[in-house]
């Protein structure tokens, strides 16, 4: 355990804390804008994932760390689990389990839960470059849970987990000649895709012809790009103000609260309020990278150099699919999404590079 005392007081990261808080303050703002019967859920779900920040942080998170098969597995089964009748498909997504009235999405916490597991894995392999050996058992820590998320129908959640397996296979010490040769074959993959996504007629196939060959989509996949972009080139410099988002508050943007959530406050705060949020987001990015930079211990590096790429993809993906630039994957706007899962899962994330903050200088 970690003191309650004024060491803990001026060596806790209360920088990082009120980006986050900022954060999830906007998105209050804007989920009640909106969907004015959600915000007071929004909050709920934040003075939740606030309260496990800080309980975090009141714990070593070399214990968190050590646990970590053990919540690996919890999270493991909580995916199977929503394979089976207890859970339920929402917007085409079989991502949310019931027990009874209460719902929430296993995946989120799994992210972290996953994470968790490689750093503690790949902290304790000493050879430098990593092995083969040593690759293929991360990969299959990895797998396991992201064919799980992809068997749910959610592909961006299930392409989340890449962000962070990329970002602790790097720093534990990849070799170059891997890294070039993953970067390849991505690159001859999205090459050899584009033929066949344009010949192609699924769901997915349709949602990234949307975005990239609009002409060949079909109109139903192209509508809710259009009005996201409606409402991002319609709030022009400054925005509408408060309350003023017609394509959210007058329904023709779909999950306006939730996944295009930012669409939202750049047609309400224009080209300025939506660059001050990224701003805030590149802060909060930053400021995990200083943390782990400033880890004495290899696991703590991993831990919040992974939770920093997550976050990444969180925000690019989700900002691109909002402006057109990548296809829409329903993925969350960390912490100004509409979802209690996601911010807590967020806010656990937040206490534990915090708690590596705050030990740092302990042996």
């Known amino acids: ?30 989920i009640s804008s909106v969907q004015p019967g959600l915000w ?20 070593d998170y070399r214990r968190v760390v050590n646990a970590a098969p053990y919540l690996y597995g919890i999270g493991v089964t909580l995916l199977a689990l929503v394979l089976t009748p207890l859970g339920k498909e929402v917007n085409g997504n079989r991502s949310w389990l019931y027990f009874g009235n209460f719902g929430f999405q296993p995946s989120e916490m799994a992210k972290i839960f996953t994470l968790l597991f490689l750093a503690y894995y790949l902290s304790g392999v000493k050879k430098r470059p990593l092995d083969l050996k040593s690759i293929v058992v991360a990969v299959a820590i990895w797998t396991v849970p992201t064919v799980l998320v992809f068997l749910e129908n959610d592909t961006g959640s299930a392409l989340s987990f890449t962000s962070f397996l990329a970002a602790t296979l790097f720093l534990a010490g990849l070799r170059w000649s891997w890294v070039v040769a993953a970067v390849g074959a991505l690159l001859i993959g999205l090459v050899v895709a584009g033929p066949v996504i344009k010949n192609c007629k699924s769901y997915k196939c349709e949602r990234i012809k949307a975005v990239y060959w609009p002409e060949l989509a079909q109109e139903r996949f192209r509508y809710q790009n259009n009005q996201a972009e409606i409402a991002v ?36 705060w224009g080209f300025l309020g939506s660059s001050l949020s990224l701003t805030t987001y590149l802060l909060i990015i930053a400021r995990l990278i200083q943390i782990a930079r400033r880890s004495r211990e290899r696991v703590g590096l991993l831990l919040v150099a992974g939770l920093a790429a997550l976050l ?8 691109g699919m909002v ?32 708690s590596v903050r705050l030990r740092r200088f302990v042996n």
């Open 233 to 268: 080139g319609s709030g022009a410099i400054i925005g509408k103000g408060p309350g003023g988002s017609t394509q959210g508050s007058l329904g023709f943007l779909p999950e306006v609260h939730n996944d295009f959530i930012f669409a939202v406050a750049s047609e309400e």
């Open 1 to 30: 355990m970690f003191n309650l005392n004024r060491r803990y007081i001026a060596d806790f990261d209360w920088v990082l804390f009120s980006l986050a808080l900022a954060v999830a303050a906007f998105g209050v703002l804007e």
């Open 40 to 59: 007071r859920r929004q909050l709920i779900g934040i003075g939740i994932g606030v309260g496990l920040m800080f309980a975090t942080t009141l714990y």
């Open 312 to 319: 990444l993809y969180h925000v690019t993906v989700n900002v």
């Open 323 to 354: 402006i057109r630039l990548l296809p829409i994957m329903g993925i969350p706007l960390p912490l100004m999404s509409f979802g209690s899962t996601s911010v807590v899962a967020t806010c656990f994330g937040l206490g534990l590079a915090i």
